[in-house]
């Protein structure tokens, strides 16, 4: 069994900025398109950023300039640096996968439990 673990959430101010992280870990020897999303209350889910396996990205218009999304394929991780955090971006953040391999299986649509964010103003 295969699992995304999210770290890095949290409380912080307007302005302010905050790093999410999610590994992979089991026995995995491949691993797709990484990123993330978010699910504001009372929202549906939307994706945030995404980072190819070679590397490219591309994100959500309104985080555009603030967030940077990266991988690291050796550790199986990815990474969204959030700088100049807006009270619209509090949610729920899950890292997602669209292709993981682990063991004998290849799942799509590989999701996190999800880690919270929530900006003041």
């Known amino acids: 069994q295969a699992r995304l673990v999210e770290s890095g959430g949290g409380l912080v101010q307007a302005g302010g900025s905050l790093r999410l992280s999610c590994t992979a870990s089991g026995s995995i020897y491949s691993i797709g398109a990484m990123g993330w999303y978010r699910q504001a209350p009372g929202k549906q889910r939307e994706s945030v950023a995404m980072?190819?396996?070679?590397?490219?990205?591309n994100y959500a218009d309104s985080v555009k300039g603030r967030f940077t999304v990266s991988r690291d394929n050796a550790k199986n991780a990815v990474y969204l640096q959030m700088n100049s955090l807006k009270p619209e971006d509090t949610g729920v953040y899950y890292c997602y996968v669209d292709t993981l391999c682990y063991g004998s299986v290849c799942t799509n649509d590989y999701w996190g439990q999800g880690t919270q964010v929530t900006v003041s103003s």
């Open positions: 980072t190819s396996t070679r590397g490219s990205t």
